[in-house]
């Protein structure tokens, strides 16, 4: 079945680089004869009937700005299998054949029960996370870590200046591949991730230790959100080594700004490529990059992947960082 008009939606958190893959998303669309709106805040746009039409211009000006101009929604209602039902007839109605889905896993098993609804949906793997299990790439990631790699840059000159410990947290949700290449590009003394079991005297206070013992005078401290309280490790820390330690968490600032290039680039590839699926009516695929290849997988096979820090990396991280 080929498509006379396709949706865009944005889904779940934002990340920087969406607009661009909406951006892509309409314009190749347009490009293939098809028509295409946007649905706003997610998913929630389609049970209101909060969709507009996108032309050429719409898209305009949006590929270098953050978070997303659709609008984003955790939508509980289309949770429920009825809410899913409703979803589809609404796009029915609109005469919508299919739609493009950006977001992370629990946006693409929304995409999932749309297809198995009638309605072909694609899945583009954006979250700054990094945690999509089928995709090596997410849009947003790269900013994000930019973003957090940047801070703690400005963390560094203060406990430098002060011959301070600075302990970091960063986002990840429940992964560690945004704190394993921010504490890798801050060469931080300690990366701490959900996915590697850690044991407070050996792999903190120790490491800290040595290098202190190597004439180190400050310290920078990578932790994934989610695996301890950041703020009770600095007080065990100053306690156990004497040397003044502080916590920040970095928070939702990490999820805004700019998207890079490497955004942008991977976003605009995503666009094209879940476009291209649907407009032969193919659906309930999430696209993703492989090895430098974009590929795409059945939504079931891609929410089944398994996906992990890469252990070597974070073996390298500290090796260097004494
Ligand atoms: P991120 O991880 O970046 O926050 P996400 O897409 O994983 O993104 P979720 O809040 O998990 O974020 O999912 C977004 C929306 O997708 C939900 O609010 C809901 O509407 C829909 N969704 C999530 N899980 C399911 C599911 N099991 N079945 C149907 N829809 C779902």
């Given at each position: 079945m080929s498509m006379k008009k396709i949706a865009v939606l944005t889904s779940g958190g934002d990340a920087p680089g969406m607009n661009a893959a909406v951006r892509a998303v309409v314009r190749t669309a347009l490009y293939r004869g098809m028509k295409v709106v946007g649905v706003l805040n997610?998913?929630?746009?389609?049970?209101?009937?909060?969709?507009?039409?996108?032309?050429?211009?719409?898209?305009?000006?949006?590929?270098?700005?953050?978070?997303?101009?659709?609008?984003?929604?955790?939508?509980?209602?289309?949770?429920?299998?009825?809410?899913?039902?409703?979803?589809?007839?609404?796009?029915?109605?609109?005469?919508?054949?299919?739609?493009?889905?950006?977001?992370?896993?629990?946006?693409?098993r929304g995409a999932r029960d749309l297809s198995l609804n009638g309605i072909p949906c694609i899945g583009i793997p954006a979250t700054i996370d990094n945690d999509i299990t089928s995709t090596d790439y997410t849009i947003?990631?790269?900013?994000?870590?930019?973003?957090?790699?940047?801070?703690?840059?400005?963390?560094?000159?203060?406990?430098?200046?002060?011959?301070?410990?600075?302990?970091?947290?960063?986002?990840?949700?429940?992964?560690?591949?945004?704190?394993?290449?921010?504490?890798?590009?801050?060469?931080?003394?300690?990366?701490?991730?959900?996915?590697?079991?850690?044991?407070?005297?050996?792999?903190?206070?120790?490491?800290?230790?040595?290098?202190?013992?190597?004439?180190?005078?400050?310290?920078l401290i990578i932790v994934a959100e989610n695996t301890c309280d950041v703020n009770e490790m600095a007080k065990k820390l100053q306690e156990e080594t004497g040397i003044n330690t502080r916590a920040t968490v970095l928070g939702h600032v990490q999820r805004g700004g700019s998207p890079t290039v490497c955004d942008r680039v991977m976003a605009t590839k995503f666009g094209f490529a879940a476009v291209e699926l649907l407009k032969d009516g193919i659906g309930?695929?999430?696209?993703?990059?492989?090895n430098g290849?974009?590929?795409?997988?059945?939504?079931?096979?891609?929410?089944?992947?398994?996906?992990?820090?890469?252990?070597?990396?974070?073996?390298?991280?500290?090796?260097?960082?004494?």
């Open positions: 997610g998913y929630n746009g389609l049970f209101d009937g909060d969709v507009v039409e996108m032309g050429p211009r719409a898209v305009s000006d949006i590929i270098q700005r953050g978070g997303t101009v659709l609008g984003t929604a955790r939508s509980d209602k289309f949770r429920t299998p009825e809410g899913v039902k409703e979803a589809a007839e609404n796009c029915k109605k609109m005469g919508i054949d299919g739609i493009v889905v950006i977001g992370g896993d629990g946006s693409f947003g990631f790269d900013t994000a870590t930019n973003t957090a790699c940047e801070l703690a840059d400005k963390l560094r000159d203060t406990s430098q200046s002060h011959c301070r410990c600075s302990i970091i947290e960063v986002m990840g949700r429940h992964a560690g591949h945004l704190a394993l290449q921010v504490g890798t590009a801050v060469g931080a003394t300690s990366i701490i991730v959900p996915e590697v079991e850690y044991d407070f005297k050996r792999d903190i206070v120790d490491r800290v230790m040595y290098a202190k013992n190597n004439g180190k005078q400050h310290y309930n695929r999430v696209v993703a990059s492989k290849e974009i590929v795409n997988y059945d939504i079931y096979e891609a929410l089944n992947m398994q996906k992990s820090v890469d252990a070597d990396d974070l073996y390298i991280a500290h090796r260097i960082s004494i």
